[in-house]
T-cell receptor, first 114, second 114 residues
């Protein structure tokens, strides 16, 4: 089955700097890759996703890149702000196979230092 | 509209007791997922439902865990003879028809087994 590895497990950056979180996946059939943000004590919330037919997607300060050949994808946050501090989870799935669950990485705890 | 809701929000139980956790998905969502999140860990898939059936029970950690969904809506996760290692946050998510990749999470139930 699918295995998703996520690095680093913790990341501290100065406010205004960029943060990059990387994930690798094992199943070449996976073609949907969402990123979730979980603030302390709150539920995970989808912040951005990418499908395998594109290599990059951007939404304001957040971007995700995908390298299908290497089976890895990354989350990039630019101009970080204290409110970006949270745990970020990557995931992979094969939605073409009906209702297969998301397989999550173990998460990255991002701390943005003011 | 109303999001995914879960009850109770917190549950403290003694080792050996049974517990029931409830999830109310977003109205009209056909797929429902249960995950477990241990302290500081990632999201561990437990089980999912498509309508009332559970095609994938592979994530249930032991036969003490069971889940059901009736009427294509509310789901209950039951843990029998709870153990201390069952202590975790149990998260439920639901997806709209045809878009299983969009998972909307509930706030979770924090289970503590003493």
């Amino acid at each position: 089955g699918e295995n998703v590895e996520q690095h680093p497990s913790t990341l501290s950056v100065q406010e205004g700097d960029s943060a990059v979180i990387k994930c690798t996946y094992s199943d070449s059939a996976s073609n949907y890759f969402p990123w979730y943000k979980q603030e302390l004590g709150k539920r995970p919330q989808l912040i951005i996703d990418i499908r395998s037919n594109v290599g990059e997607k951007k939404d304001q300060r957040i971007a995700v890149t995908l390298n299908k050949t290497a089976k890895h994808f990354s989350l990039h946050i630019t101009e970080t702000q204290p409110e970006d501090s949270a745990v970020y989870f990557c995931a992979a799935s094969k939605p073409q196979l009906r209702n297969t669950p998301l397989v999550f990485g173990k998460g990255t705890r991002l701390s943005v230092i003011a | 509209g109303a999001g995914v809701s879960q009850s109770p929000s917190n549950k403290v139980t003694e080792k050996g007791k049974d517990v029931e956790l409830r999830c109310d998905p977003i109205s009209g969502h056909t797929a429902l997922y249960w995950y477990r999140q241990s302290l500081g860990q990632g999201l561990e898939f437990l089980i999912y439902f498509q309508g009332n059936s559970a095609p994938d029970k592979s994530g249930l950690p032991s036969d003490r865990f069971s889940a059901e969904r009736t009427g294509g809506s509310v789901s209950t996760l039951t843990i029998q003879r709870t153990q201390q290692e069952d202590s975790a946050v149990y998260l439920c998510a639901s997806s709209p028809p045809g878009r299983s990749y969009e998972q909307y999470f509930g706030p979770g139930t924090r289970l503590t087994v003493t």
